[in-house]
């Protein structure tokens, strides 16, 4: 699965949506971003932006789903927006060695 790094730093966070549509065009199954884990402040602002953007493809219908990586260590409940792209794809997952790293967020096309 190929990951693109250019949301850690490199693209600014009011164009992480239009990059994550340009990514689109080339894959056809799967991908990986990785984003800033946000150390300083506990939070990251492009990770935030990327997971904004990605829950409006999802509802667009341009993507099938998307999980941050650190959901693998997560008990999720039915309601989490999460739930049913864990367990449709934790198998596939499971040998990625960035599955439960923080600063990853996993996005499976259509």
Same mark, same amino acid.
Do not use: C, W
């Given at each position: 699965?190929?990951? *693109?790094?250019?949301?850690?730093?490199?693209?600014? +966070?009011?164009? !992480? @949506?239009?990059?994550?549509?340009? !990514?689109? !065009?080339?894959?056809?199954?799967?991908?990986? !971003?990785?984003? @800033? *884990?946000?150390?300083?402040? @506990?939070?990251?602002?492009?990770?935030?932006?990327?997971?904004?953007?990605?829950?409006?493809?999802?509802?667009?219908?341009? +993507?099938?789903? *998307?999980?941050?990586?650190?959901?693998?260590?997560?008990?999720?409940?039915?309601?989490?927006?999460? *739930?049913?792209?864990?367990?449709?794809?934790?198998?596939?997952?499971?040998? $990625?060695? $960035?599955?439960?790293? $923080? @600063? +990853? +967020?996993?996005?499976?096309?259509?």
């Amino acid at each position: 699965m190929k990951t *693109y790094n250019q949301f850690h730093g490199q693209t600014p +966070i009011s164009e !992480i @949506g239009k990059e994550l549509r340009k !990514i689109l !065009i080339n894959e056809k199954k799967a991908f990986k !971003i990785l984003t @800033g *884990y946000g150390s300083s402040t @506990g939070t990251s602002q492009s990770k935030g932006a990327a997971l904004k953007s990605l829950k409006n493809m999802r509802k667009a219908g341009l +993507i099938s789903g *998307y999980l941050p990586g650190e959901v693998k260590n997560q008990l999720l409940l039915e309601t989490s927006p999460f *739930y049913e792209t864990k367990l449709k794809y934790e198998q596939v997952l499971k040998s $990625d060695a $960035d599955f439960g790293n $923080d @600063g +990853i +967020i996993f996005v499976f096309v259509k």
